[in-house]
């Protein structure tokens, strides 16, 4: 039987349906400092400012607080102090949060894979990941959830999948990956010998099958 190394964004939590929801709100809180008024509009805007500050979180440059932040002054065009753009942005957690809820076919997939024993490797911060998996009840099906204040790196470090893979009590090439990035989860884990399966969106179940398969 082979253990299962798991991403959790987007391969086990629907974070683009949370991110969309959130952004809603959002606007919503800020709407009469915005231009656009349709959500749409401005979405990509926020998903292109939220990668290029997460990218300067995992490089070491800011910490994730001050990417969040970062991220709402840049979006509202405002110089704000910290304290003020705290405030911007919890229109946005609190909608983010509430949201969070499992992918389809996740769920199945946990009851069917629970003799197979599974940890969660993912590049987010640790209380926020906690949150998600204690929310969405996932916590009770994998033996550790390890982020990058865990092993000391980020995904695609090989050192975070070793570190997935010693919570299971094996070698890396014995386990299966299953993720949604093909740089951040795939590559690495194939470059470690593991059997790996790409979560596409809209077909969850296809990895979650071939996953399964393998074990």
Known sequence: MRPILLDLDDTLVDDHRSTAIAFGALLEAHRASLDAKDASALLPQWRS????????????????????????????????????????????????????????????????????????????DRQQQLRKVAVTGLRSHVAAVITPEDSGCWKPDHAMFRAGARCLGVAPGACIMVGDDPVRDIAPARELGMVCFEVERGRWHEAFEGALSAA
Do not use: M
């Not at 995992?58 to 990417?67: A, D, I, K, T």
């Not at 949060?97 to 499992?102: K, M, P, Q, W, Y």
């Open 49 to 124: 400012i939220f990668a290029r500050h997460w990218d300067r979180h995992e490089r070491g440059e800011v910490s994730f607080q001050e990417q969040r932040r970062a991220r709402i002054r840049e979006f509202l065009r405002r110089e704000l102090t910290d304290a003020e753009a705290d405030e911007a942005l919890l229109p946005y957690l609190r909608a983010y949060e509430a949201s969070c809820r499992l992918l389809p076919g996740v769920r199945e997939f946990l009851e069917r894979s629970a003799h197979i024993p599974k940890v969660i490797v993912t590049n987010g």
